[in-house]
C-alpha cells in the first residue's frame, strides 16, 4: 500500500484580513434620504451633515442640485408661500434639467402649489382610497360584475 506524502504549503504569505467597512456605500436612494433628512437612514446627524458636506465639494453642478433640493424641501416643510416665487425662478433658471424642467410644471399648476403651501386642507386620503379602489378593480378585471366588486371593496373597509 503506498503511503503519501504530506502536502507542502507553497507559499507563507499571511493575506490581510478582511474588515467590515465602517459605513454601507451610498447609492442614490441613500443619497436622496440623506438630503431629505430622514431620520430612517440610520445615520447620525453629524455623519449626515459630513456626508453632504463632501457630496457638495465633489462637483458645483451637484452642490446647485443639493442646495436645490434642500430649499425646496425647507419651503414644503415650513409653509413659506412668500419664498415660492423666488425658489421658482432659481430652479427654472438653473442649469440642471431636471429642476428647470419640475419648475417649469409647478409654474403651470401655480395657483394648486400656491394653495398647497397656504390652506391646511389635504386630499391625500380621499387620493388614497380612490387609489385602493383602482387597484382592486385591476385585480377583479374581467372577473366580476359590479356587485362583487362593491362587496369587494366594502369589504375591505
Do not use: C
Not at 28 to 49: A, F, N
Not at 110 to 116: D, F, L, S
Amino acid at each position: 500500500m503506498p503511503r503519501f506524502k504530506k502536502r507542502q504549503r507553497l507559499s507563507t504569505v499571511r493575506l490581510p484580513k478582511i474588515v467590515k467597512p465602517s459605513r454601507k456605500p451610498l447609492t442614490p436612494y441613500s443619497v436622496t434620504w440623506l438630503i431629505l433628512g430622514s431620520s430612517d437612514s440610520g445615520v447620525s446627524e453629524s455623519e449626515r451633515e459630513e456626508l453632504v458636506v463632501s457630496l457638495k465639494a465633489q462637483s458645483p453642478s451637484l452642490r446647485e442640485g443639493i442646495e436645490l433640493a434642500e430649499n425646496f424641501i425647507s419651503l414644503i416643510r415650513q409653509r413659506q408661500q412668500e419664498e415660492l416665487d423666488t425658489w421658482l425662478t432659481v430652479a427654472y433658471n438653473s442649469i440642471l434639467s431636471p429642476f428647470h424642467r419640475f419648475a417649469k410644471s409647478l409654474l403651470e399648476d401655480y395657483n394648486a402649489v400656491k394653495a398647497a403651501l397656504t390652506t391646511p386642507w389635504s386630499n391625500g386620503p380621499v387620493e388614497g382610497q380612490i387609489n385602493r379602489l383602482k387597484m382592486l378593480k385591476r385585480q377583479m378585471y374581467g372577473r366580476a360584475k359590479l356587485d362583487l366588486l362593491t362587496r369587494r371593496f366594502l369589504l375591505q373597509i
